[in-house]
Structure formats: structure tokens, C-alpha cells
């Protein structure tokens, strides 16, 4: 393993935030993950996966783990189904396009999310109406402390919106090496109830969609409104959207009738907090190189130098702004790494 010192990980975040890390190693397989997470040369660690959720905002004084293990097995094949395990350093559009071509159905709403496999389960990705919760039954973590390989099965990982355990009791304790999915092989079960995945398909006149069709008109849905990464730094939502009990929505409601919203549970609502940060006048603004997409007003974009620390402080504005206007909290999405 070749571990490197003062490295740039402007390349391994897509938020493209030129911080440096002390020390910096790529590690390609399981063993070599838990030989490096035994080194006591280095006590203070850090784990990367596709960087695609964090904003970091300043230098990493810890060795930083780049987990790279690549490797997509059928695990089970069956009339109906498929179970896939595939390794943590797997990018997900990819993993996703590769299920596609080979007609396995389940992850197209989820095509061109940004990041890596193993990854995805922390905050449990969504898009468009489906979760990684949906397709998935398991995941191996190697625990940091002892180095054991720990399996959990879904309803060990406490999964919720944009949330799971790894997010909550598990933080830092585990390193997530593989993530197995449940994958129809007949009879896909499309998930096309969302307004613009219905209208994209209206336009093509498809009036019987494949995954196929679902995934293209997500691609499209995704890149007429989501910023490349390659192209222009960002996290994708940088906000969840907050959600509101019934004393809060009924008054929040009367005041703005014309405002989105669902009702995810009994007495729960949720509000776009793309629509209230637009609402405060944010959407397209730019301050220096930090700035809040044109698109959709849930991204925040790094025109090419802005630091952590100024895309942060452009968050804190708008959290301060949308709470003084609407007395609504909204929370960041990604991982801050102070
Ligand atoms: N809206 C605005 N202004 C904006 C953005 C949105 O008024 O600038 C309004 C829209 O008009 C619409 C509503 O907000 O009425 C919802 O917008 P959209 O369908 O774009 O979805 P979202 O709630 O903003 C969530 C996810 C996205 C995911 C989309 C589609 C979160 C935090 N974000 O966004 O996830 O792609 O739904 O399912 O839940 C991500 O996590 O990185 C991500 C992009």
C-alpha cells in the first residue's frame, strides 16, 4: 500500500474543495482495508468512499482511507430474481447501468446519483420515489475497532429518509465493504408515480415503459435540473427536506397556500426545501465561488475555488434566512467535516 503524505483531495470529493489530507492511502480489497485500519503509526483515521456527500471544510489531520474494493457477484440466481453483492468501490451509476443492460429491475429510478456503493446505505439515497432501502438485504461492514467482518441485515441498518444506524449509533465505527441487492429479473415492478418521471415519459409517447425508459427519463429528468460534478462542484442536496408536525404545517400552510408539500405521515408534512430557499431569494445567487444552484435551489455549487469553509457559511445564511421567514429549520444533508 502506498500511503502518501499532504495530499490534495480536490479530485475525490465532488464538491471539489481543495483541502489536503496528511496522509492519504487507496486501499483495493478487504484485507487490506482492515491491515491498514490495525496501523497504529497512524491513530487518527479517516474513511473516503466516492466523496460525494461531504463537504469538508478544512485540512484532515488523519490518514485518509480511499475505499476502492471493486467487484459486482451474483450471489443468487433465481426464476424471478436476482441478489447482487457488490463491492464498496463500485461507482452507482455504473452499478446501476450495468443492472440495467443485464434487464435486472429495482435501481433505475436511482440511475446517475452521484457516488459510490458503499456509500449509498449511510444515508440511505433516494430518488424519485424509490430508496436504496427498497432493493437492498444486506451489507458487510468491517468493524474499526477489532477489524471483525460484521454483516447487518436490512432492518439492523434502521433505515430512514436520507438516514440509517451508520448515520446515528453506527457513526465511525464501521467501514461498509459490500452491499447486497434483491433484483427482479421479470415482471419489474416500475415505480413511474412521480410527476416529472410521468411527464418525461408523456413527452417521448411511451406509453409501456422498460427500466430502460424509467432510467433514461431520470437521466434526463437529472440533468436538466442537477449539476454535473464534473462540471461544477456539488453535493447534490445539500439540505433535507425538513419535515413538520401538524401545529407547525396548519398556520406555515394558511399563510403560503401556494407552497408544495406531501403528507408523509399521520400529523407529519414535508416541505421542498428547494421551494423555501427559493422562496428567500437564494436560487442562482452567487458569492464568490460559492453559490446556490440556478436550477434547483437545494444544491450548492463550488464555481471552482470556494472553500469549505464558504460554502458553509452561504449554508448557515440560508438556514438563517429560511428560519427568520418561514420558522422552519432546515438541516444539511452532507456530511460536514470540521
Ligand atoms: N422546488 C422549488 N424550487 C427549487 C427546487 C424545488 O420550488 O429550486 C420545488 C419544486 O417545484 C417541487 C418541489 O420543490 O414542487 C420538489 O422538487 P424536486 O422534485 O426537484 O425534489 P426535491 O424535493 O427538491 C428530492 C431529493 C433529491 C431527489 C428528488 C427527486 C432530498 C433532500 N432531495 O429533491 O435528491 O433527486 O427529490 O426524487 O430529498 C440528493 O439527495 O442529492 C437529491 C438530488
Redesign the pocket.
Known amino acids: 500500500m502506498n500511503i502518501k503524505k499532504d495530499f490534495s483531495l480536490k479530485a475525490y470529493n465532488t464538491f471539489g474543495i481543495d483541502a489536503k489530507a496528511d496522509f492519504f492511502v487507496e486501499v483495493n480489497t478487504v484485507k487490506e482495508l482492515q491491515e491498514i485500519l490495525k496501523n497504529d503509526a497512524f491513530p487518527q483515521k479517516f474513511i473516503l468512499g466516492g466523496g460525494s456527500n461531504m463537504l469538508i471544510t478544512q485540512n484532515i489531520s488523519a490518514l485518509v482511507i480511499h475505499v476502492n474494493i471493486k467487484g459486482i457477484d451474483m450471489v443468487a440466481d433465481e426464476n424471478d430474481h436476482v441478489e447482487l453483492k457488490v463491492m464498496a468501490g463500485e461507482n452507482w451509476h455504473q452499478m446501476v447501468l450495468w443492472t440495467l443492460k443485464n434487464d435486472f429491475g429495482g435501481l433505475e429510478n436511482m440511475s446517475l446519483?452521484p457516488g459510490n456503493v458503499g456509500t449509498a446505505p449511510i444515508q440511505n439515497?433516494?430518488?424519485?420515489?424509490v430508496e436504496l432501502k427498497d432493493c437492498f438485504t444486506s451489507c458487510e461492514a468491517v468493524r474499526r475497532e477489532d477489524q471483525e467482518i460484521v454483516s447487518f441485515s436490512k432492518e439492523d441498518c434502521e433505515f430512514g429518509?436520507?438516514d440509517s444506524f451508520f448515520k446515528n449509533e453506527g457513526k465511525d465505527k464501521y467501514v461498509i465493504t459490500s452491499v447486497n441487492f434483491k433484483l427482479t429479473k421479470k415482471d419489474h415492478k416500475l415505480n413511474t408515480g412521480?410527476?416529472?418521471i410521468k411527464t418525461a415519459l408523456k413527452e417521448q409517447n411511451i406509453s409501456d415503459p422498460t427500466i430502460q425508459d424509467v432510467s433514461n427519463a431520470v437521466i434526463a429528468i437529472?440533468n436538466s435540473?442537477?449539476p454535473d460534478p464534473k462540471e461544477l462542484g456539488n453535493?447534490?442536496?445539500f439540505?433535507?427536506?425538513p419535515i413538520i408536525t401538524e401545529n407547525d404545517f396548519l398556520p406555515f400552510i394558511n399563510k403560503h397556500p401556494e407552497a408544495?408539500y406531501y403528507k408523509v405521515s399521520d400529523g407529519k408534512y414535508k416541505i421542498?426545501?428547494?421551494?423555501l430557499?427559493?422562496q428567500c431569494g437564494f436560487?442562482g445567487k452567487r458569492f464568490g465561488d460559492a453559490g446556490v444552484h440556478s436550477?434547483?435551489?437545494?444544491?450548492l455549487v463550488n464555481y471552482g475555488n470556494a472553500t469549505g469553509k464558504e460554502i458553509l457559511d452561504l449554508a448557515h445564511k440560508i438556514i438563517s434566512k429560511v428560519k427568520n421567514d418561514f420558522g422552519i429549520t432546515i438541516i444539511p444533508?452532507v456530511n460536514l467535516i470540521k
Open positions: 446519483i439515497i433516494g430518488a424519485y420515489g429518509y436520507r412521480y410527476g416529472d437529472r435540473k442537477l453535493s447534490g442536496s439540505f433535507k427536506n408544495p421542498p426545501a428547494g421551494w430557499i427559493e436560487k436550477k434547483q435551489a437545494l444544491v444533508e
